[in-house]
């Protein structure tokens, strides 16, 4: 069974800086998507970014950037230029590629709950 | 924003009471999910669908059932609740499978309480 390992469960940025959420994941699948969702205190579970498995190249959105390594099996997510508005929990979640059964349901880490200082 | 609503949006409930919980979609999106939130555990899948009449138990799913008789609706009962059932439910639905799809997009939650 896949798993995802968020190791950090509380980090800080100030204001305009650069942070690295981080996050491992197990699998012995080879083609699969992973996700970072953002989920602000309102509690909505907002869609920050998303990456396949078979893309070598790095997914980026606006401020938000990955870095995925595959044979590490690591994706970490970087905030660039914190804003105040970043602050809430980050979720990081896996999917596998095939929508069989019960395989294309998200699986999710922990989350890591983000502060930003102005 | 995917057009997903759940409701109600907060209930309290007693234990030993039924709860139906309800997800809403206006995106004609085949799979549903319901997901339950509780501190330390993320989230955590309980049921879901993958086509009208189409269901099959998550992780978590003693205690729920659901029911899927329209492609926008999709249904989370708990049949005699439970104080280990308070938690935050999120309902979420994707496309069909495909590299261009499987994104899942989540409902506003839903909180219940049971006393």
Redesign the interface.
């Known amino acids: 069974a896949q798993t995802v390992t968020q190791s950090q469960p509380e980090m800080s940025v100030q204001e305009a800086e650069t942070v690295t959420l981080s996050c491992t994941y197990d699998t012995s699948e080879s083609d699969y998507?992973l996700?970072w969702?953002k989920q602000p205190p309102s509690?909505?579970?907002?869609?920050v970014i998303?990456q396949?498995a078979y893309k070598q190249q790095n997914a980026t959105e606006n401020r938000f950037s990955v870095n995925f390594q595959k044979a590490a099996k690591s994706f970490s997510l970087k905030i660039s230029d914190s804003q105040l508005g970043d602050a809430a929990m980050y979720?990081c979640a896996y999917?596998s590629?095939?929508?069989g059964?019960?395989q294309?349901?998200?699986i999710?880490?922990?989350?890591t709950k983000l502060s930003v200082k102005p | 924003d995917a057009g997903i609503t759940q409701s109600p949006r907060h209930k309290v409930t007693e234990t030993g009471t039924p709860v139906t919980l309800r997800c809403h979609q206006t995106e004609n999106h085949r799979?549903m999910?319901w997901?339950r939130q509780d501190p330390?555990?993320?989230?955590?899948?309980i049921h879901?669908s993958?086509g009208v009449k189409d269901t099959?138990?998550?992780e978590v799913s003693d205690g729920y059932s659901v029911s899927r008789s329209k492609t926008e609706d999709f249904l989370l009962t708990l049949e005699s609740a439970t104080s280990s059932q308070t938690s935050?439910y999120?309902c979420?639905i994707?496309e069909?499978?495909g590299?261009s799809g499987?994104?899942?997009?989540?409902g506003?939650?839903t909180r219940l309480t049971v006393l």
């Open positions: 998507y996700f969702y509690r909505q579970m907002i869609l998303r396949e979720f999917r590629s095939n929508y059964g019960s294309g349901n998200l999710f880490g922990k989350g | 799979y999910y997901y330390g555990h993320g989230l955590r899948l879901y993958y099959d138990k998550g935050v999120f979420a994707s069909s499978s590299r499987g994104t899942q997009y989540f506003p939650g």
